[in-house]
């Protein structure tokens, strides 16, 4: 007896900006080895969250790097996405970053980006269309499930337009 | 007809300071994810080696995450490599860390960590005997295959006693 295979519906994949910067990050190897998902993006704000299991250290608490990678990404997103909705074509760069370890986590690690002290978006996208590249602060926190912070950074970006 | 199997010699597993070491960061997995070796090792320098594939971004060069993880692994672990050296039992962490990314690195990673100018061995080790804790810092840097600095960091490091 033969069983006829149900036809698969064709579906249109409309993919959101999240869930494309989702997908962009995932195809990394090393993000993917973070177990990183995206859990808000407001216009102001990325957060992203890693479960603890495969950034443990030593110490059974997140490993500094992972904390590093994390916020360093959340920043780099923050801006991809904004840059998706202001309709410009550029690559995105961490040029430097400054990381503080407060507290050893020992949790699943989620941090949350925004727009460093002093920045702004209309002043970065405005220079990047007039000039073709352009540099922004961001401040990245991760806290503490029972209060407090863990881990803070703040990290400059590089944006430059392709083409 | 029936084959002997040879005998399996047994033999004593001497495992060197540095040879535990790798053990114990290629125990971490976010360690092992980075695909890391311990390349040279003298009392006053830690280099290590990951290869570009697991480390790679959507730019096709090291993800920055990545290369700040190797300069902070580097750097805990010349210390970790010292204090066993020197017979002491502490816990390592990183305290914080600045990294800055001079130019992308389209090859495999290699790190190097040396004590940041002015730090001496002698006076962390003896501030870590007599108050059971100590702080140190650490230069690390990644080199371009051409020449020149991919990235570097200085990173600052508290040691405690166990016990």
């Known amino acids: 007896m033969t069983q006829s295979t149900p036809a698969i519906p064709q579906t249109v994949i409309d993919l959101s900006p ?17 177990g990183l998902r995206i ?11 890693a479960p603890l ?30 840059l998706a909705e202001a309709g410009l074509d550029a690559d995105v760069f961490v040029a430097d970053s400054d990381i503080r370890y407060r507290a050893p986590l ?20 405005s220079t990047l269309r007039s000039r073709g590249r352009a540099r922004l602060s961001v401040r990245a926190v991760v806290c503490l499930p029972e209060g407090g912070v863990a881990t803070e950074s703040l990290s400059r970006y590089a944006a430059k337009l392709r083409g």
């Open 106 to 125: 020992y949790a699943d690690i989620e941090t949350t980006a925004e727009l460093a002290e002093g920045e702004s978006w209309e002043d970065f996208l």
């Open 53 to 82: 299991a495969p950034n443990i250290n030593d110490k059974g608490c997140a490993f500094g790097g992972s904390l590093g990678s994390l916020m360093t990404l959340a920043g780099w997103g923050l801006i991809v996405l904004r």
């Open 39 to 49: 859990v808000e993006a407001t216009g102001d704000r990325l957060r992203l969250h």
């Open 18 to 34: 999240l869930r494309m910067l989702e997908a962009e990050l995932l195809a990394m190897p090393p993000v993917a080895a973070l």
